[in-house]
Protein backbone atom coordinates (compact mmCIF):
# COMPACT_ATOMS: atom_id res chain seq x y z
CA UNK A 1 0.00 0.00 0.00
CA UNK A 2 1.17 3.39 -1.09
CA UNK A 3 0.91 6.42 1.11
CA UNK A 4 2.80 9.57 0.97
CA UNK A 5 3.47 10.62 4.45
CA UNK A 6 5.54 13.54 3.07
CA UNK A 7 2.24 15.23 1.69
CA UNK A 8 0.86 14.43 5.07
CA UNK A 9 3.11 16.29 7.20
CA UNK A 10 3.41 18.79 4.60
CA UNK A 11 -0.15 19.46 4.63
CA UNK A 12 -0.20 19.29 8.33
CA UNK A 13 2.45 22.23 8.32
CA UNK A 14 0.97 24.67 5.86
CA UNK A 15 -2.24 24.45 8.26
CA UNK A 16 0.07 25.11 11.08
CA UNK A 17 -1.17 21.98 12.91
CA UNK A 18 1.50 20.70 15.91
CA UNK A 19 0.97 17.03 14.98
CA UNK A 20 -1.36 14.97 12.40
CA UNK A 21 -2.05 11.05 11.98
CA UNK A 22 -1.95 9.14 9.25
CA UNK A 23 -4.31 5.58 9.64
CA UNK A 24 -3.04 2.40 7.61
CA UNK A 25 -4.89 -0.33 7.14
CA UNK A 26 -2.98 -3.47 5.66
CA UNK A 27 0.17 -1.87 7.10
CA UNK A 28 3.30 -3.96 6.49
CA UNK A 29 7.06 -3.36 7.05
CA UNK A 30 7.14 -1.02 3.63
CA UNK A 31 5.07 1.55 5.70
CA UNK A 32 6.71 1.62 8.27
CA UNK A 33 9.92 2.34 6.73
CA UNK A 34 8.26 5.33 4.51
CA UNK A 35 6.51 6.64 7.91
CA UNK A 36 10.01 6.74 9.21
CA UNK A 37 11.64 8.13 6.42
CA UNK A 38 8.71 11.35 7.16
CA UNK A 39 9.45 11.49 10.66
CA UNK A 40 6.59 9.50 11.86
CA UNK A 41 6.37 7.02 14.49
CA UNK A 42 3.48 4.15 14.93
CA UNK A 43 1.66 5.22 17.92
CA UNK A 44 -0.65 2.78 17.93
CA UNK A 45 -1.77 -1.04 16.03
CA UNK A 46 -5.22 -2.76 15.73
CA UNK A 47 -4.49 -6.43 14.56
CA UNK A 48 -7.22 -8.12 13.04
CA UNK A 49 -7.08 -12.09 13.83
CA UNK A 50 -8.74 -14.97 12.37
CA UNK A 51 -9.08 -18.52 12.73
CA UNK A 52 -11.13 -21.23 11.17
CA UNK A 53 -14.68 -23.14 12.21
CA UNK A 54 -15.61 -25.31 13.57
CA UNK A 55 -13.97 -25.04 17.17
CA UNK A 56 -13.69 -28.27 19.54
CA UNK A 57 -13.24 -26.03 22.33
CA UNK A 58 -15.91 -26.06 24.94
CA UNK A 59 -17.51 -24.43 28.39
CA UNK A 60 -19.80 -25.16 31.02
CA UNK A 61 -20.04 -21.79 31.73
CA UNK A 62 -23.76 -20.82 31.17
CA UNK A 63 -25.00 -17.81 28.92
CA UNK A 64 -27.82 -16.18 27.65
CA UNK A 65 -29.26 -14.03 25.19
CA UNK A 66 -28.83 -9.92 26.00
CA UNK A 67 -32.57 -8.40 27.28
CA UNK A 68 -33.10 -4.72 26.99
CA UNK A 69 -33.29 -4.88 30.97
CA UNK A 70 -29.62 -5.46 30.49
CA UNK A 71 -28.51 -2.15 29.12
CA UNK A 72 -27.17 -0.17 32.43
CA UNK A 73 -26.11 -3.80 33.86
CA UNK A 74 -24.16 -4.04 30.14
CA UNK A 75 -22.58 -0.03 30.28
CA UNK A 76 -21.32 -0.35 33.21
CA UNK A 77 -19.32 -3.81 32.48
CA UNK A 78 -18.42 -2.66 29.05
CA UNK A 79 -17.10 0.59 30.49
CA UNK A 80 -14.82 -0.72 33.54
CA UNK A 81 -13.55 -3.39 30.85
CA UNK A 82 -12.69 -0.69 28.00
CA UNK A 83 -11.97 2.27 30.44
CA UNK A 84 -8.66 2.48 28.25
CA UNK A 85 -9.91 2.12 25.16
CA UNK A 86 -10.51 5.39 22.56
CA UNK A 87 -13.21 3.81 20.74
CA UNK A 88 -15.09 0.78 23.35
CA UNK A 89 -14.64 2.62 26.26
CA UNK A 90 -17.29 5.85 28.06
CA UNK A 91 -20.45 4.08 25.72
CA UNK A 92 -23.52 5.80 26.27
CA UNK A 93 -27.20 4.35 25.64
CA UNK A 94 -27.51 6.14 22.70
CA UNK A 95 -24.41 4.43 21.27
CA UNK A 96 -25.87 0.92 22.47
CA UNK A 97 -29.23 1.57 20.92
CA UNK A 98 -27.84 2.65 17.72
CA UNK A 99 -25.67 -0.23 17.40
CA UNK A 100 -28.72 -2.56 17.88
CA UNK A 101 -30.59 -0.85 15.24
CA UNK A 102 -27.73 -1.73 12.55
CA UNK A 103 -28.88 -3.89 9.95
CA UNK A 104 -26.18 -6.81 11.06
CA UNK A 105 -27.65 -6.45 14.63
CA UNK A 106 -28.72 -10.19 15.77
CA UNK A 107 -30.02 -10.38 19.14
CA UNK A 108 -29.06 -14.31 19.63
CA UNK A 109 -25.85 -13.41 19.17
CA UNK A 110 -25.18 -11.12 21.77
CA UNK A 111 -24.40 -13.37 24.74
CA UNK A 112 -24.28 -12.64 28.63
CA UNK A 113 -22.98 -14.33 31.95
CA UNK A 114 -24.95 -13.85 35.20
CA UNK A 115 -22.86 -14.32 38.47
CA UNK A 116 -24.48 -16.39 40.78
CA UNK A 117 -26.20 -13.14 42.31
CA UNK A 118 -27.93 -12.91 39.02
CA UNK A 119 -24.96 -9.55 38.21
CA UNK A 120 -24.09 -9.37 34.63
CA UNK A 121 -20.10 -9.65 35.01
CA UNK A 122 -19.28 -10.81 31.15
CA UNK A 123 -20.34 -10.69 27.61
CA UNK A 124 -19.96 -11.80 24.06
CA UNK A 125 -21.24 -9.80 21.36
CA UNK A 126 -21.00 -11.32 17.69
CA UNK A 127 -21.38 -9.64 14.27
CA UNK A 128 -22.17 -11.86 11.00
CA UNK A 129 -20.12 -10.28 7.72
CA UNK A 130 -22.73 -11.70 5.30
CA UNK A 131 -21.34 -8.72 2.72
CA UNK A 132 -18.55 -10.89 1.74
CA UNK A 133 -18.20 -14.29 0.29
CA UNK A 134 -17.53 -16.50 1.96
CA UNK A 135 -19.37 -14.65 5.20
CA UNK A 136 -17.28 -14.14 8.29
CA UNK A 137 -18.25 -14.32 11.75
CA UNK A 138 -17.02 -11.80 14.40
CA UNK A 139 -16.25 -11.72 17.85
CA UNK A 140 -17.77 -7.90 18.19
CA UNK A 141 -16.90 -7.14 21.49
CA UNK A 142 -15.83 -9.48 24.49
CA UNK A 143 -15.42 -8.20 28.19
CA UNK A 144 -15.19 -9.62 31.93
CA UNK A 145 -15.65 -6.86 34.28
CA UNK A 146 -12.97 -6.08 35.97
CA UNK A 147 -13.77 -7.37 39.19
CA UNK A 148 -14.38 -10.94 37.67
CA UNK A 149 -11.12 -11.42 36.17
CA UNK A 150 -9.77 -14.80 37.19
CA UNK A 151 -11.87 -17.33 36.91
CA UNK A 152 -11.57 -18.38 33.10
CA UNK A 153 -14.76 -16.01 31.81
CA UNK A 154 -12.98 -14.53 29.01
CA UNK A 155 -12.10 -18.02 27.61
CA UNK A 156 -15.53 -19.69 27.86
CA UNK A 157 -17.33 -16.00 26.25
CA UNK A 158 -14.74 -16.38 23.50
CA UNK A 159 -15.49 -19.79 22.89
CA UNK A 160 -19.18 -19.55 23.63
CA UNK A 161 -19.91 -16.91 20.76
CA UNK A 162 -17.48 -19.22 18.22
CA UNK A 163 -20.07 -21.45 18.88
CA UNK A 164 -22.74 -19.81 18.46
CA UNK A 165 -21.47 -18.81 14.95
CA UNK A 166 -20.21 -22.10 13.45
CA UNK A 167 -23.92 -23.18 14.52
CA UNK A 168 -24.87 -20.38 11.97
CA UNK A 169 -23.10 -22.36 9.41
CA UNK A 170 -20.23 -20.10 8.81
CA UNK A 171 -16.65 -21.21 8.76
CA UNK A 172 -14.37 -18.40 9.50
CA UNK A 173 -14.02 -16.25 12.29
CA UNK A 174 -12.18 -13.30 13.23
CA UNK A 175 -11.96 -10.67 15.95
CA UNK A 176 -9.81 -7.08 16.86
CA UNK A 177 -7.15 -6.90 19.20
CA UNK A 178 -5.00 -4.14 20.50
CA UNK A 179 -1.41 -5.30 19.64
CA UNK A 180 -0.05 -3.87 23.03
CA UNK A 181 -3.08 -6.14 25.07
CA UNK A 182 -0.77 -9.32 26.10
CA UNK A 183 -3.13 -11.41 27.76
CA UNK A 184 -6.07 -10.88 25.11
CA UNK A 185 -3.46 -11.94 22.61
CA UNK A 186 -2.56 -14.82 24.79
CA UNK A 187 -6.09 -15.92 24.85
CA UNK A 188 -6.43 -15.70 21.05
CA UNK A 189 -3.34 -17.23 20.58
CA UNK A 190 -4.54 -20.73 22.70
CA UNK A 191 -7.92 -20.65 21.04
CA UNK A 192 -6.35 -20.82 17.46
CA UNK A 193 -6.35 -17.26 16.27
CA UNK A 194 -3.88 -16.10 13.53
CA UNK A 195 -2.88 -12.35 12.51
CA UNK A 196 -5.06 -12.02 9.37
CA UNK A 197 -3.87 -7.94 8.63
CA UNK A 198 -2.79 -4.73 10.88
CA UNK A 199 -4.03 -1.64 11.16
CA UNK A 200 -1.52 1.08 12.34
CA UNK A 201 -2.20 4.73 13.47
CA UNK A 202 1.19 6.80 12.73
CA UNK A 203 1.68 10.49 13.84
CA UNK A 204 4.26 13.17 13.17
CA UNK A 205 4.55 16.15 15.65
CA UNK A 206 6.51 19.08 15.23
CA UNK A 207 9.11 18.68 17.70
CA UNK A 208 10.00 15.14 16.46
CA UNK A 209 9.06 13.19 19.85
CA UNK A 210 6.92 10.14 19.52
CA UNK A 211 3.10 11.39 20.45
CA UNK A 212 1.67 9.31 23.23
Known amino acids: ?7 AR ?51 VPVRTYRPADAG ?31 WYDPAGFLVHEAPDGRLDAF ?10 PPVGEIFVIAVDPAAHGAGLGRALVVAGLTHLQQ ?12 DNAPALQLYDALGFTVHERTRWYTWTADGAPST
Open 1 to 7: MTVDFHA
Open 10 to 60: AAAAAAGLDSTTVTVAAADDAVDRAARHAGFHCTRELLQLRRPLPITDTTE
Open 73 to 103: AWLDVNNRAFAWHPEQGGWTLAQLHATQAEP
Open 124 to 133: CWTKVHGDVD
Open 168 to 179: HGLHHAMLYVEA
